[in-house]
């Protein structure tokens, strides 16, 4: 498969935002150019601050008018999922992961300005596991935090892992080995809160545990984060453990407090929401003592995506004061006019991406343009150029191989 | 149309109405009624309870035994001692208890893994006081909880109370965790209302405090033939995470015929904001072999409340009582009374008129579903019975001098959690009646694994259960 080079690879165009513009802001440089310029671009904080101030907006001012810079991450987080293959092949025997399709998610969530990705990388799934790992990698290279979601998309296998006390310190070494380690930057000052710039690595422990999973909320408290969290920490201190969130309409709420009750600030770093209804906002408006990461937040319906970012987002950060950080769902899924906001289709013998939310995808955009405060920006290919350079190793699949058959 | 469905219908259209206007309103006192009625093991008379045990006499013995991925033996035995008392013994496991009952005085201490508890109630002319003690586990830590309550008698038919919790490990610096007030105010057979408020400080495990305020109100009576009950209540829970929650539940049991009963409830719980946060909603119909009757209609209720307010003017401080397992409590606590000469022929009436509107089911659906957002558990289950009568006869066949013999029953529940995963449980049992004072039960029962459990490493469990009961003057 041959990989695009140059272009957004997005050929619809969101009103609002010229893509004329963006193509000469994403003119690529030379990568390896002044490292300074993309210091700071985030918010180096927890997340990136609410849209009326944007994280990259600072620095790039101080940048000189004619060099290129890191797209400023002027929008928060976003959710995408492990990708690796349009065409299902029952006979795959090693699984297959496009480079293209990898690029084309991670190149929107970079041009777009996000901060974050989040991602699952679920255990009990061979292919998807591996292709969260070019995911992860690449998008904290550019500086942008990587949240991993360690849950599987069916069945149980991770969740008995986790609670086998044998099996768990395997399964989150694995974990640990494969996804702790921060890459080397794609250019020094990517402007990540990481080291050298990158983006952190974040792991959160399953997802709607009593929703996906029929494990009540203190019995995830108690028989899951706790003892995951004490692994993570002596296998990686640097990891963020981000405690899993429960569903995002009414019936969400009374289940985080009851997590809360039972002791979740004392073994998370992070504590999790998901808003997919604006009743929740006020149930989750309690203080916590921690910072909280929205890690879904979206609205069915293509023509109310626009709404749910601009006024709802706003809602949930004045709402909920702990809230950091909100991860957008999702930048794509197979189901047509619901949450994405790309579809990805094949063309020839590549994939492009077509904006399908286009009124939500130009907000982002321009927020992104405002940041820049018309700085030209340094172009996905020319910071990634490769983007097999981030695939699963010889040592990931072997790795992932030793625990699965152990 | 098979021969027996035929038969039950005919069985149905041919105990008509008339039977219908009987059940409406109570029938008259008997003024005699049976003294003796027939079963498997032979005729039963009514026993005669203020006899002393000389200077023991057994009067309960209870033996179960359950065999699932372990095997537990229950067994409680209790005698009466003279005419001074009752004292039980029983053990559960690991769990082990001995209790002494008189008419004024109830005294019980039990011990589980290093947890004891110890129990104490005062029954006086015009109050009861009691209280209860408990060490902690091995995780709290030495300390005792204590629970005193007390209540005070008005009248025949209203008692006020208050009771409260404390904790001598003092969490957050405080030893009283709990206090409430209440009333139960019995207005005849006819009508029931209860009441109470209390505010209770618990620190949850995260180690914060909730205070919660709390007040509830019940009423349960019988109009017009059926028995209508209600109860609301509503809860602020103040801390770290304050919310307001409130719920009720109401039920009605109508009879539609002379042998047909309807029951129906509905139980809620909301949150503010939220909206309905639990459900179960339950049908159920149940054929009987002889009349119904309802408990708070009929002679006995009338009985019933006759004693108990005679017994209160003497000073012996009851309520009325309406389950059979209240009434049997009672007459024992009567048959030690220094008066139990005067009350013993009400005692005995009581008795007689229990035994004479005893309810006979026979055939029997029920149907529930049943939703509670916070686990995500959502459950269906339907149950049915077939009982025969002693002596034995067609269900169609109305027999006054039916007893319950042999009853077969048969349950299916359906409990939803996580994605859609369905975990289903069978159960059966067969009971034996051998006489209204001795049963033999055995139950069977298979559960597929909740998706909580498959997580947990625990599959399809099958326990089978013996049990085997004599409760003498029952």
């Known amino acids: ?385 490769d983007i097999r350079a981030y695939f699963p190793t010889e040592a990931d699949i072997r790795a992932y191989d030793e625990v699965w058959e152990g | 149309m098979t021969p027996a469905t035929l038969g039950f219908l005919l069985g149905f259209l041919l105990d008509p109405p008339a039977s219908v206007s009987q059940a409406s309103p109570p029938p008259p006192p008997t003024t005699v009624a049976s003294d003796v009625a027939d079963y498997p093991l032979g005729p039963m008379s009514i026993p005669d309870l203020g006899r002393p045990g000389e200077p023991f006499k057994l009067v309960d013995l209870r033996y179960h035994v359950s065999d699932t991925d372990r095997t537990t033996h229950a067994f409680a035995t209790r005698v009466k001692a003279w005419n001074r008392g009752y004292l039980g013994a029983s053990f559960e496991g690991e769990r082990r208890e001995m209790a002494w009952t008189s008419q004024r005085l109830e005294l019980a201490a039990a011990g589980e893994e290093g947890v004891y508890g110890f129990f104490g109630r005062y029954r006086a002319p015009r109050f009861i006081f009691s209280t209860a003690a408990e060490t902690g586990g091995a995780t709290e830590g030495s300390g005792w909880l204590l629970s005193p309550a007390l209540s005070v008698r008005l009248s025949p038919g209203l008692e006020v109370g208050a009771w409260a919790v404390g904790n001598s490990r003092k969490p957050d610096d405080r030893f009283l965790r709990a206090t409430s007030l209440g009333f139960l105010w019995q207005r005849g057979v006819g009508f029931e209302a209860a009441g109470e408020i209390g505010r209770t400080r618990e620190t949850v495990e995260a180690g914060f405090e909730n205070t919660r305020d709390r007040g509830a109100l019940s009423v349960v009576g019988q109009w017009r033939g059926a028995e209508l009950a209600g109860e609301a209540w509503v809860e602020d829970v103040d801390g770290r995470f304050p919310r307001r929650e409130g719920g009720g539940s109401a039920q009605a049991r109508v009879p539609l015929a002379a042998r047909l009963l309807a029951e129906g409830g509905a139980l809620v719980r909301f949150e503010r904001g939220a909206g309905l946060r639990a459900h179960e909603y339950r049908g159920a119909l149940t054929w009987f072999g002889r009349r119904v009757t309802l408990p708070r209609s009929g002679e006995a209720a009338t009985r019933a409340r006759d004693l108990a307010h005679r017994a209160t003017k003497r000073g012996d401080n009851e309520r009325i009582a309406f389950t059979e397992e209240d009434r049997r409590a009672q007459r024992e606590r009567l048959s030690l009374s220094r008066g139990r000469a005067e009350l013993r022929e009400d005692v005995a009436a009581l008795h007689r008129a229990q035994v004479e509107e005893r309810n006979v089911p026979l055939i029997g659906l029920e149907i529930v579903d049943a939703e509670d957002a916070l686990p995500g558990v959502a459950t269906q289950a339907a149950r049915a019975f077939v009982g025969v009568p002693w002596p034995p006869a067609w269900p169609w066949q109305a027999n006054d001098a039916a007893v319950s013999f042999l009853r077969l029953d048969v349950s299916w529940q359906r409990q939803t959690s996580g994605i859609d995963f369905e975990a289903v449980t069978w159960s059966s049992s067969l009971s034996v009646a051998l006489n209204r004072e001795m049963d033999l039960v055995l139950r069977w029962s298979r559960a597929d694994p909740t998706a909580l459990d498959l997580i947990r490493g625990v599959g399809r469990r099958r326990t089978v259960d013996l049990a085997y009961v004599y409760a003498f003057g029952r």
């Not at chain 1, 310029?37 to 620095?59: E, F, I, V």
């Not at chain 1, 399964?171 to 402007?191: H, N």
């Open chain 1, 1 to 385: 498969m041959r990989l695009r080079r140059g272009g957004s690879h997005l050929d619809a165009r969101p009103p609002g935002f010229g893509r004329r513009r963006f193509l000469r802001l994403t003119a690529g440089l030379p990568v390896g150019l002044a490292g300074w310029l993309g210091k700071g671009c985030s918010a180096g904080g927890d997340g990136t601050p609410t849209p009326t101030a944007p994280a990259g907006a600072t620095p790039v001012e101080r940048s000189p008018e004619d060099t290129p810079i890191p797209v400023p991450k002027a929008n928060e987080g976003i959710n995408v999922h492990p990708l690796r293959r349009l065409d299902a092949d029952p006979a795959e025997q090693d699984p297959v992961i496009v480079p293209d399709l990898v690029a084309l998610q991670v190149r929107s969530v970079y041009e777009l300005g996000f901060d974050g990705l989040r991602i699952t990388a679920p255990f009990g799934d061979r292919g998807s596991f591996l292709a969260a790992i070019p995911y992860a990698r690449t998008a904290r290279a550019l500086g942008i935090d990587a949240v991993v979601v360690l849950a599987d998309f069916a069945g149980f296998t991770l969740a008995q892992a986790l609670h086998d006390d044998d099996w768990r310190g395997e399964v989150l070494r694995l974990y640990a080995t494969v996804f702790a380690p921060a890459p080397e930057p794609v250019r020094p000052g990517m402007g990540g809160p990481g080291p050298r710039g990158v983006g952190r690595i974040a792991f959160q422990v399953l997802n709607e545990p009593t929703h996906f999973l029929g494990v009540p909320p203190d019995v995830y408290v108690h028989e899951f984060l706790a003892p995951c969290y004490t692994q993570l920490k002596a296998e990686s201190p640097e990891v963020i453990v981000v405690s899993a969130a429960e569903v995002g309409n009414v019936d969400g709420p009374a289940r985080v407090r009851a997590m809360l009750e039972a002791g979740l600030e004392s073994v998370t770093d992070r504590v999790a929401y998901h808003i997919y209804s604006r009743a929740a906002i006020p149930l989750l408006s309690g203080n916590v003592r921690h910072l909280v990461w929205i890690t879904e937040s979206g609205a069915s319906g293509t023509a109310n995506h626009l709404p749910w970012v601009r006024d709802v987002f706003p809602e949930i950060h004045a709402g909920i004061e702990d809230a950091t950080r909100i991860f957008y769902f999702d930048l794509f899924d197979p189901d047509r006019g619901v949450y994405r906001l790309l579809d990805i289709r094949a063309e020839g013998d590549g994939y492009r991406a077509v904006v399908e939310s286009t009124d939500l995808y130009g907000f982002f955009a321009d927020r992104v343009a405002t940041a820049a405060a018309g700085r030209p920006l340094l172009g996905f290919d020319t910071l990634v150029p």
